[in-house]
């Protein structure tokens, strides 16, 4: 039997389709030619623009390789967020409150975003990424799947990040499937256009220059730049002091 529990304070758009069950909390405001599919939970004054998905299950095809765990089916959605024009939320999601999610991102099965989170416009989240709070993520931007972005994460336009370096074989089916993306530590921050390699770590407060690709660990509150990504310098001193007593840290709790 579908529930469907739509607040009535809650404002719908004309031709919002409704799939299955669906919890619209108070102050709700739904644009036009939105899309619900089963098991989606809204919470309060959240905006979502017209012609978003919510709850999109993944589907897969034939010349996939990667196996499709959907969790608990529900996609859930906190208050205070605005949800972007065309925005494609897949099902085993959710996103904590006070977030922004871009027109045109597409966020997959298995993301966990937490409070105060942004990202951009046609960016891409792919599956089982973790983004802690108050990370932010321009536009056009492709997170890989099983990503981790810890807290007050700055992460530029057009980065692209890597989780499989056995593509080569794995696309066959003649390794098994695992892939590993990904750890960006608090504080860091990834410029424009660089590439983050797979099963690496970018250390705390460490910044990885435009156009850089790095390709092994990043140390803590280092620069990095170049093809692949080389050490500059050190992040200067008073820069990391500002940062960790902003955050009422000490130099020991920063690494």
């Not at 069950?21 to 030619?33: I, K, R």
């Not at 409150?97 to 891409?124: H, K, M």
């Not at 256009?193 to 092994?216: F, L, Q, R, S, Y």
């Not at 940062?243 to 020991?252: K, Y």
């Amino acid at each position: 039997m579908t529930t469907i529990d739509i607040h009535p304070s809650a404002r719908q758009g004309d031709n919002m389709r409704i799939m299955g069950d669906l919890s619209l909390a108070p102050g709700v405001e739904v644009g036009a030619n939105v899309t619900f599919y089963p098991n989606v939970r809204v919470g309060a004054n959240t905006k979502i623009l017209p012609g978003a998905v919510i709850g999109r299950p993944p589907i897969r095809a034939g010349t996939t390789n990667r196996p499709i765990d959907i969790g608990d089916a529900t996609a859930r959605i906190g208050s205070d967020c605005v949800i972007g024009a065309n925005c494609v939320l897949y099902t085993n999601t959710c996103i904590g409150s006070n977030a922004l999610i871009g027109d045109l991102a597409v966020i997959r099965e298995g993301c966990r975003l937490e409070d105060d989170t942004v990202v951009g416009q046609n960016t891409t989240l792919m599956h089982d990424v973790v983004l802690q709070a108050r990370s932010r993520i321009h536009n056009l931007a492709h997170i890989t799947g099983t990503m981790l972005i810890e807290s007050d994460v700055f992460i530029g336009p057009s980065v692209s990040s890597i989780n499989d370096n056995d593509v080569y074989l794995k696309r066959f089916g003649l390794i098994p499937f695992e892939v590993t993306g990904p750890r960006v530590r608090r504080f860091a921050v990834i410029g424009t256009g660089a590439t983050i390699g797979a099963d690496i770590e970018i250390g705390m407060g460490a910044i990885v220059a435009p156009g850089a690709m790095a390709i092994k660990d990043v140390p803590p509150w280092t620069i990095v730049a170049g093809v692949p990504a080389r050490e500059l310098r050190a992040v200067d001193e008073d820069s990391r002091a500002r940062i960790l007593a902003h955050f009422g840290l000490n130099d020991e709790e920063g690494g």
